[in-house]
């Protein structure tokens, strides 16, 4: 006897709704705010030029402190120096009148303290 095949019947499958669209809408972006965000990360990035700017100022003040109480003035009037090049550093620029002052690891010379004060 032959007998006849029924397919299987697919199970019915319960889908999840789709997400609900969010009502809330991104603001477009148009070129002033564009602007804007640059004109901000520019201003940041000037910021942190000038921080590491008196950060490298502050440590080569140390650093030519600690050339100078050690006996080495070449380096440490060498790193004075270049603590008041970029943007003048008050500290620095009174050690280093000291030094022409004294004659410490320069010429003892009056009229640069002068310049220097």
């Known amino acids: 006897m032959i007998k006849a ?4 019947k697919p199970e019915a499958k319960v889908e ?4 609900a669209v969010s009502s ?4 477009e972006e148009t070129l002033d705010s564009i602007l804007e965000s640059d004109e901000l990360c520019r201003a940041s990035l000037q910021n942190l030029r000038d ?5 490298s100022a502050i440590i ?3 650093l030519a ?3 100078l109480e050690s006996g080495n003035s070449k380096d440490g009037i060498e ?4 603590c008041t090049e970029n943007k003048p550093n008050a500290a620095a620029l009174f ?13 003892q010379d009056r009229a640069k303290v002068e310049l220097v004060d």
């Open 65 to 67: 402190l600690d050339a």
């Open 79 to 82: 790193l004075l120096l270049l």
């Open 24 to 27: 809330v809408k991104k603001p």
């Open 5 to 8: 095949i029924e397919p299987s």
């Open 51 to 55: 921080l590491h700017e008196d950060t």
């Open 16 to 19: 999840s709704p789709p997400p």
């Open 60 to 62: 080569n003040l140390e």
């Open 95 to 107: 050690n280093l009148g000291i030094c022409y002052e004294r004659g410490i690891g320069v010429e």
